[in-house]
Every structure is written in C-alpha cells, then in structure tokens.
C-alpha cells in the first residue's frame, strides 16, 4: 500500500430543510388552523482517529465528501427529517487545516476522537411556529440555513517515541528490524527508503516505545534535496532523536563530516527539531577491526564535541542492541507525563486530593478519641448500672376528670 501523508479534499454539510406554510383542512372542521411543520437539519461532517489507519491514500482519490440536505416540512404537523451525519475515518496523528486560511481546525491525536469540522444548516421554521393567539392564521415560512463547506488541507505525523535520522545506507532500516517486528525493504543502494516505518520495540514485560524509520537525509535536503525532507515532519512528535552513523567509512568518506552536515540540516529545516533531544549512534563496528574500535569512537567524539549519549552497535549482528534499548525506554518513560487526576465536580478539585482530605480526617478523629481515652475523660468511660445510671424519673398520674352530667330538664 502506498504511504500518503498529504492530501487536500472538500467537504460540504447538508442544508437545512425549508418550513411548510400548510392549514387543517378536515370535513367539519373549516378552522383547524395552521399545521405546517419545519425542515429537518442538514448532515455535518466529522473526523475521527481511526488507529487502524496508518496513511491518507484514502483521501487521494475521494475529494469531495458531501452530506445529504434536510427533508422539509409536510402538514398535518409533520416535521422534515434530518439528514445522516457524515464520518470521516482518519490515522491517529492526522492535522486538518483551512485550506484558504492555513487556520488548524483539528488535531487527532487520541484514538476514538471525534470533531465536528463542517455543520449541517438548521431546518426552517414552519407556520405552526408563528401561530400565537393574536396570530390564527399564519403563512409565514423560512427556508432552511444553508451548511458549511469548505476545502481542507489534511497533514499526517505519525506518532512515534523515537526516530531514527541519518544518510542514507547508515543503517535505520536495519536498526528497526533488528529491535522490533518491522520488515522494511533493505538494500545496498541509497534511498532503499522510501515512507516512513514504525516498528514497536519491546524493552520487556509491558514496557514498550514505538520507533519510526525515515529515509535518509543528504547534504542541501533542507532546501529540497532527496526525499527526507518531505518526512521530517514525522519527527516533530517524538521525543527522542537516534541520529545513525555509518562509522566503517568503507567508501572512504568521514564519519564526522557527515554527521555534522546532517545536524546542520535539521537546524536549517526547523530550529524545534534541532533542539530536540538526541543520541549518537555508531553502527557498523562489526565492518571495523576489534583493536581500531575504541580509538575510533575516541576520535569520532572528540572531533564533534559530543557530549550526549553514546552508543557502539552493529545492527547486522546485534551487538550492543539490548543496552541501547533499555536506556531509551527508561528515556522515553521519564519523558511522558503523569495522568492527569478527575476533577470532582463538586468541590472543584481532584478526586485524589478529596480522598486523602477524607482518609486525614477520618485519621484525626480517631487519633482524638484515643487521646481522650488515654486521659480518662469522662464522655468516654463505659456506663456504670448500678452507680452511673441515672434514676428513673418519677411517674406522675394522670389527674382524674371529673365527668359532667347532662343536666335532664325537669319534667
């Protein structure tokens, strides 16, 4: 399948259905008044991140995406109905622009979000909606609102904890498949590399990260050259940079003029980028002898400068792999943040900070009733029958009523 990370497209919500100007007509009834219904509301558009979706091939050659209008108003108080909304599945990652004003309208970075990016016009309103007691008889109507339309510019990054940078044939293709279960095309001439790859490497039980493969970069790419700069965009979202050299140098070239050059393009396409976190990697010390590997690591780092991570590899025999990734992982789990806490919409805090508040006084409570047990107060001393218990209270009786005879009237 080919990989798509651009794509411009149309979309144009549904138009609201127009009211109906309709009155009673029934045998014996001669004024049954207005019955006029409104119009149903128009379809809208919606985007949601799909994450079974890797690429926007799906949107290159369906442009234009269309919802249906509103069915207007019938008598009889028969309202129109409204019109289906329209879905459109996207890959986690993907920003929706303007394209007329380059405005960002969206950005899918949650797997199930949904957001509205073109609403369906309301319905009109019908003359059963103007009736009022001093207006019987009303043949006012309004057509439906029109919905919105407008012509999208869809950009995709991908989501990735780590990315891998260099020339070409340094060896990320291989790197990835020698850390994860990605299988990119490998082979031994420049640009092998077409789209980005993602592989999900893992450090062990539960404990994984994502890593993404771009084709290399080359000397002038920001300004064009090659293919890498129409995917370095990938690289805005990770975390961490694995930048690859080639330190054999088996074509003669210099390991530290080229990596050199790489990071002076990174700079020159985005100054965020360049600041970005980033480690070296030395692959291909199995292509150089055992007795010149440290002198030639010594003199690699001295000559950049570097003082970053550092890490001695050969992906095509795996050696030195397991440290690098373990590190990363504890790299990438140090940089994620923390969930944030449920706000209680009760008190305007967080559910955890409402429990501890709860639980602390709970604990003070019972802290205070052992202290006074400690100190014999008299509240809290078991009750005594024969000697604490208070005497019965006297019982009164009731008083008694003399009762009233009816006197009789004399005979």
């Given at each position: 399948m080919k990989f798509v990370d651009e794509a411009t497209i149309e979309i144009a919500a549904g138009n609201g259905g127009a009211g109906c100007a309709s009155f009673r007509r029934e045998k014996f009834i001669p004024f049954g008044g207005p019955d006029g219904g409104d119009g149903g509301r128009g379809g809208s558009v919606y985007a949601v991140a799909d994450r079974n979706l890797n690429t926007l091939i799906d949107f290159r050659y369906a442009r234009k995406h269309e919802a249906r209008n509103g069915e207007p108003g019938r008598g009889s108080d028969q309202f129109g109905a409204a019109a289906e909304d329209i879905v459109l599945?996207?890959?986690?990652?993907?920003?929706?622009?303007?394209?007329?004003?380059?405005?960002?309208?969206?950005?899918?970075?949650?797997?199930?979000?949904?957001?509205?990016?073109?609403?369906?016009?309301?319905?009109?309103?019908?003359?059963?909606?103007?009736?009022?007691?001093?207006?019987?008889?009303p043949r006012q109507k309004t057509p439906g609102w029109p919905g919105e339309r407008k012509a999208l510019k869809l950009e995709l990054r991908v989501l990735a904890d780590v990315g891998l940078l260099g020339l070409p044939n340094a060896g990320k293709s291989t790197l990835i498949t020698a850390i994860s279960n990605a299988r990119p095309k490998i082979a031994d001439y420049p640009f092998t590399t077409l789209h980005p790859n993602l592989g999900v490497v893992r450090a062990g039980p539960e404990r994984s990260f994502v890593v993404a493969d771009l084709p290399g970069l080359i000397e002038g790419a920001a300004d064009g050259a090659g293919l890498g700069h129409l995917f370095l965009r990938h690289l805005q979202r990770t975390r961490l940079l694995l930048h690859v050299v080639d330190l054999s140098g088996f074509d003669g070239s210099d390991p530290v003029a080229q990596a050199k050059g790489i990071v002076k393009e990174l700079r020159k396409y985005d100054e965020q980028l360049y600041d970005k976190p980033r480690w070296i990697v030395l692959n291909k010390l199995d292509m150089v002898p055992a007795e010149e590997r440290a002198a030639k690591v010594k003199d690699f780092v001295k000559r950049m400068r570097w003082k970053g991570p550092v890490f001695e590899i050969s992906a095509l025999a795996r050696e030195g792999l397991d440290p690098m990734v373990q590190a990363i992982y504890d790299f990438v789990a140090a940089q994620k943040a923390p969930p944030v806490p449920e706000v209680d919409p009760r008190f305007g805090v967080d559910a955890e900070t409402v429990a501890a508040a709860v639980k602390a006084a709970a604990a003070a409570e019972v802290a205070q009733v052992a202290a006074a047990e400690a100190t014999d107060d008299p509240r809290f001393r078991p009750l005594d029958e024969a000697e604490d218990a208070p005497a019965a209270a006297p019982v009164r009786k009731p008083r008694a009523t003399r009762s009233r005879k009816k006197e009789q009237p004399d005979a």
């Open positions: 599945r996207m890959p986690v990652g993907t920003i929706v622009r303007d394209a007329e004003t380059d405005e960002v309208l969206a950005e899918l970075l949650v797997p199930g979000e949904q957001v509205l990016l073109a609403k369906g016009g309301d319905g009109g309103f019908g003359n059963l909606h103007f009736k009022s007691s001093t207006n019987r008889a």
